[in-house]
């Protein structure tokens, strides 16, 4: 097999997801159907790496040629402002989002309190978190991290940190990672855990 062909088998079984016999498949295809086909492909992923960037204040991707600094959910004049949503990833944000059940603001940590891995509070978004919750009059925080352990304590300590505001904290329902949800009887799920949060 020419190393051409090697090297973009691996590269694409590198992806998750994707086993070997797959990467296969997709590149013997993409050979197959041109280097226009290619073309696009490659363009699609170097616009990915450089023109993705992530909102000042929510931590959303934003894309650096359509949008200004600040993404649609910060600046948009139908979101209501008087809610807000903590993720722990930007992708997060659409699996919220795909279900219509929240209207408000998001706000991404890029991950969860780990004290064993040195990540603390400072380490993730939470003084901004603390910051924005007492400049936007926010009146509910709904905590959306992951079902792990990890993902239950930092949704505490959130709680600790907000109450002392006076904003209602809730956490959706079930225990739901919301980065592996994005079709439809997922987003359902979602929806339900969303509508049935409970109280932290
Ligand atoms: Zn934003």
Do not use: W
Not at 48 to 66: D, K, N, P
Not at 81 to 103: F, M, R
Not at 138 to 165: C, F, M, R, W
């Amino acid at each position: 097999m020419p190393p051409e062909l090697v090297a973009a088998i691996e590269a694409i079984a590198a992806l998750p997801g994707i086993g070997r016999r797959s990467a296969m498949r997709i590149a013997f295809d993409l050979v197959r159907q041109g280097p226009l086909r290619v073309k696009n492909f490659t363009t699609a992923l170097t616009d990915l790496s450089e023109h993705i960037a992530t909102c000042s204040r929510c931590g959303a991707y934003v894309s650096r040629t359509h949008e200004r600094e600040q993404c649609s959910y910060c600046d948009g004049v139908r979101r209501s402002h008087d809610t807000l949503c903590i993720v722990e990833q930007s992708a997060d944000i659409y699996a919220v989002e795909n279900t219509g059940e929240h209207h408000g603001l998001y706000h991404v940590l890029g991950g969860v309190l780990s004290p064993l891995d040195g990540v603390g509070p400072d380490e993730l978004k939470i003084p901004q978190l603390v910051e924005r919750v007492r400049t936007l009059a926010i009146k509910e925080a709904i905590v959306a991290t992951n079902p792990s352990v990890e993902g239950n304590a930092t949704g505490h300590y959130i709680a600790d940190q907000l109450k002392p505001l006076g904003v209602r904290v809730t956490r959706i329902a079930t225990g739901l990672a919301l980065g592996q949800m994005l079709d439809y009887a997922e987003t359902q799920a979602i929806s339900q855990s969303l509508r049935q949060r409970v109280e932290l």
